[in-house]
Every structure is written in structure tokens, then in C-alpha cells.
């Protein structure tokens, strides 16, 4: 099936240090979320993009619908210890139903 | 405020043993999904129901059974459980499959 390309697979940064993570695919997609989970939970929602070239933030988080629709990114600006999880990239195509990356895991030493 | 309430949180198995794992929503919302999700393999979806008396098969079905009960439940089956279905498994809910999911916090499920 279709898969989304996500990276990298995991990060150790410092606190206080910015956070770039990206998402492609060979297809296009119509719809670019991304999601964080945090252990023994299930993952929530951070930002939706629905529009090409789409620039989203929600607090210290910045997202990217590519101009292509083949692709998204997400930055976190000034990591805090809280911000440890896995981010998953997730994307639509017109379906009922979404496809996920395989999921970015940071880990912030403080 | 409950969302997406999913039962059992943990569940152990013996080989050939079944068992239903059950998923209700109280957001009024028309879709519903099982994923699973194993290490470094991300969530795949095992099946969907994108409205009330309807479900499809999504990328790994395989040994897997599902029911929509009404428009609140969707209930995923395993009728004779196997090691390879050690795993976390997330139910969520959407209004519509294009806007975001709300899950639930997942059943860990290990067979032995």
C-alpha cells in the first residue's frame, strides 16, 4: 500500500534546541497531518493542512503543506522536555481514510 | 469529555485463543478504524468502517474480524490469536476519513 517516507527515525537533541522533521511520498496527497504520541497513549493531534503550500503553527509548532502535495514538514522551536514522543506524519488522499509515516522519535536531554 | 474509550488496555493470549476488543465513541462521529502498531512499522490500518453498516479491509486484515455494532462501536476480533498479532492496537474515530482522527489510548495485546 501506499507508505509515507518519514524522517529521520529518531533524535537526541538538547533542551532549548530546534526540531526539523519532514515527510515525502511518490503521490500526492490532498490532506497532511501530523500527530504526537507520548508513551502508553494514543497519538493526538497537533496540525491539520489542507492547502498547498498551506504554513500552519500551533504554539511553538510550525507546519508545512509542500507545494508539490507530496510532501510536509514540522519544526518545533525551543525544545522542551515535553515535547518527547513519537511525531507521526499522516496524509490523505480523498479516501476514507488516512496513511501514516513511520513515526520520528525524540528524545531531549535536559 | 470520554472520546475514544477502548477495552481491554492489556490482554494476554495463548496461542489459538480469541478474543474481541472493543472501541465506543461519543463524539458522534461516522468513521471508525483499527490499527495496529508494531516498532518501527509505524500504524497500519487492519480494517475501517467509514459509516454505520459499512466496513472495509485496510492494509493488514489478515486473521483479523470486525463489527460495527451501531454508529458508537466498532469492535475488532481475533478468532484464533497468533504470536505475529503481539502488538498495540488503536481504534479511532473521524467525522469524515478526511479530517483528523481522535484516538483511543490502545489495548496492548500479547499472544504466547
Known amino acids: 500500500g501506499q507508505q509515507l517516507n518519514q524522517s529521520p527515525q529518531s533524535m537526541f537533541i538538547q533542551e532549548g534546541e530546534d526540531v526539523s522533521m519532514n515527510c515525502t511520498s511518490s503521490?500526492?496527497?490532498?490532506?497532511w497531518l501530523w500527530y504526537k504520541q507520548d508513551p502508553g497513549e494514543g497519538p493526538v493531534l497537533l496540525i491539520a493542512?489542507?492547502?498547498?503550500?498551506e504554513l500552519t503553527s500551533n504554539g511553538r509548532l510550525t507546519a508545512q503543506f509542500g507545494i508539490t502535495r507530496k510532501d510536509s514538514f514540522l519544526n518545533i522551536s525551543a525544545s522542551i522536555p515535553s515535547d518527547v514522543g513519537i511525531y507521526f506524519c499522516?496524509?490523505?488522499?480523498?479516501?476514507?481514510?488516512?496513511?501514516f509515516g513511520q513515526g520520528t522519535r525524540l528524545t531531549i536531554n535536559p | 469529555n470520554a472520546g475514544v474509550t477502548q477495552t481491554p488496555k492489556f490482554q494476554v493470549l495463548k496461542t489459538g485463543q480469541s478474543m474481541t476488543l472493543q472501541c465506543a465513541q461519543d463524539?458522534?462521529?461516522?468513521?471508525m478504524y483499527w490499527y495496529r502498531q508494531d516498532p518501527g512499522m509505524g500504524l497500519r490500518l487492519i480494517y475501517y468502517?467509514?459509516?454505520?453498516?459499512?466496513?472495509d479491509k485496510g492494509e493488514v486484515p489478515n486473521g483479523y474480524n470486525v463489527s460495527r455494532l451501531n454508529k458508537r462501536e466498532f469492535s475488532l476480533r481475533l478468532e484464533s490469536a497468533a504470536p505475529s498479532q503481539t502488538s498495540v492496537y488503536f481504534c479511532?474515530?473521524?467525522?469524515?476519513?478526511?479530517?483528523?482522527?481522535?484516538f483511543g489510548s490502545g489495548t496492548r495485546l500479547t499472544v504466547v
Open positions: 493542512l489542507y492547502k498547498a503550500g
Open positions: 499522516a496524509g490523505n488522499q480523498g479516501a476514507q481514510k488516512l496513511v
Open positions: 463524539m458522534n462521529h461516522n468513521s
Open positions: 503521490s500526492i496527497f490532498n490532506t
Open positions: 479511532a474515530s473521524s467525522p469524515t476519513g478526511a479530517r483528523g482522527y481522535t
Open positions: 468502517s467509514a459509516s454505520e453498516g459499512t466496513t
